[in-house]
DNA sequence: CATTCTTTGACAATCTATTGACGATTCTGA
DNA sequence: TCAGAATCGTCAATAGATTGTCAAAGAATG
């Protein structure tokens, strides 16, 4: 086995502390790492894989106690079941068939507005693919796809609305992970003024729900003086806008800009969805992250939240 | 039998008390999970979910011991067949007592964006009132106080978005839609262009819901030809519109008009919200049902149901 | 030599179990 | 209609378990 990873390496990307990763070993056997001719810790990759299985579930509500015992395997069916992420995407030829399949549903779901042919369509994917699984490959692209056809006239707004209060239905009863304690990490989710659609801040704030941060959702079109003023009584960590069809919306450019100055500068803002593009400047101006799709998003999610708080250097 | 979710968890993903939890096993025998070696309980996924049948159930109006000993299959039997119907309408003093407490706590978790205390706030409300008492008594009037403390400068946009959000989350997963077959009426919910405010709508479409309807519900702000067109393709038995904010808009009247225009006859348009006052006119111009409160929407509901048997066999 | 790592014991914060009691509602039978 | 009984959620207090964090001292690394 190689195993050649040293603990300040697999600390810093599981986000776990030294201490921790020790007392887990010590008290729960959690890992095994080999260990050099002078004792010191030696990680496998598969080592890795596991802590970071761990370091979700925990953070999710198990107890380290009940799941650090488990084969990896059960691990990550626990994760991909449960609440947290399925970080491989392996797309076998099933998978993206059974996706291909739901979206074709949906669709057809949304073109004849029958809302419980759609939630069907939702809640039979979630129990295919996880909660985290389901969003990844199966609702943001679906959300893609509809505005597609939505800007392409093949479907009217009529429809595009019917499909994003239904989807935005799901999205709430699916995100539970509430009361995670006043030590998780806030994270606050709109779209600026001017942009009002919805579903890409609906997704983004299930994701972010899903790997244990506290989210304040404020919903769509805010102006950036509402959004720094509840970022700073909140005390979210980070802000995260979605944008998504004014994609040269001329006032936009000053609203983000005034945002990034009436935002403590330690706060990050995040920014996502296809209306990017237009705006790209600014979003270069501000210093945002930018990122294009959810997995993406996620990472930076798990980095922000290890990173911030001890301060050390991005 | 793989039992490993803890009381925290379960309790977060039910939410039920912990407390609530366990007298339930030891009054009821609701559920029997296993113990560890140090008598803490860990339950199943399959505990888990007939703790959430149970959850829904005792919410609904059924009494914990009368339901706590079923077996889990006639559980969900039971909810699958759940639609509302609860709580006449006693409005007691204790009743206005425990609404005010019920505003004042809600009033507070906005104000300090605590998602969490709003939604145990809502629930509480629901399992005193019922679902149908709990929107008409409860939800309602915060809605109307939100909007009343956001149009005295009280509270930011922030709040009232944030207020939106979390309000609609809980009316999502506390209306039981789609219960109902091909057989029930349909109603077209939404807001005319210009109108953004969509908390008024949603109430009108869980109420619907809770009445046995099937609801469409097409959210904010849309044209006219939209909803006319939406109506005819979803076959709706009446659309309702909810008109909260802008009270002059110059442009609403018109597009009224042009809606009752496209619309054929037999669909009647029901309108309701504090900004109606504002058009009241081309209310009456079209021939509108003009509703102040809940209640009366309901009692419409009721009526347009059996009045309305327009095309008798489909 | 500064930094990183290991081990150990101790500590504090949080979570959980159990018990008994309390108060509000609803039910029941006179 | 009314008193008493039954139902049901909530609370408080204590004891014990679980889990993250810390400090100190020595060893290894580069």
Redesign the pocket.
């Known amino acids: 086995m190689d195993s050649l990873l ?4 697999v ?1 810093r990307r599981t986000g ?5 990763i ?3 070993e ?3 056997g959690a890992v095994k790492p080999d ?7 030696r990680y496998s990759v598969g080592d890795l894989e596991r802590l970071n299985l761990l370091s979700l579930l ?1 953070r999710s509500g198990h ?4 799941v650090a015992g488990m084969p990896t395997a059960s691990l990550r069916e626990l994760v991909g079941g449960l609440s947290g992420k399925a970080a491989p995407a392996p797309a076998s030829p099933v998978e993206t068939k059974l996706v291909e399949s739901f979206i074709e549903e949906c669709v057809a779901a949304i073109r004849s507005f029958d809302g419980g042919r759609l939630q069907a369509a939702l809640r039979h994917l979630e129990t295919r693919l996880g909660a985290h699984g389901s969003l990844q490959r199966g609702v943001a692209p679906l959300v893609c796809i509809v505005g597609e056809l939505w800007r392409m006239g093949d479907v009217t707004v009529a429809h595009e609305h019917f499909a994003s209060v239904e989807i935005r239905r799901f999205l709430s009863s699916a995100t539970r992970s509430y009361a995670q ?2 030590s998780a990490p806030l994270l606050l989710v709109a779209t600026p003024a001017g942009q009002l659609h919805e579903l890409g801040a609906l997704l983004a704030s299930s994701a972010a729900g899903n790997m244990g941060w506290r989210v304040v959702h404020l919903g769509v079109g805010l102006p950036a003086a509402e959004i720094a003023g509840a970022a700073v009584q909140s005390r979210a960590r980070a802000v995260a806008l979605s944008l998504v069809h004014p994609e040269d919306d001329p006032a936009l450019g000053p609203e983000l800009l005034k945002l990034r100055e009436l935002l403590p500068g330690e706060i990050p803002i995040i920014i996502g969805g296809r209306a990017v593009r237009g705006y790209r400047d600014t979003v270069r101006r501000i210093k945002a992250i930018h990122l294009e799709d959810l997995g993406r998003f996620c990472a930076t999610l798990d980095k922000l939240r290890t990173l911030r708080p001890a301060g050390k250097g991005c």
Chains 1, 2 share one sequence.
């Open positions: 040293g603990i300040g390496l600390s776990l502390t030294q201490h921790v020790r007392i887990w010590r008290r729960y260990r050099t001719a002078t004792k010191r810790r925990t107890g380290i106690g009940s304690g006043e």
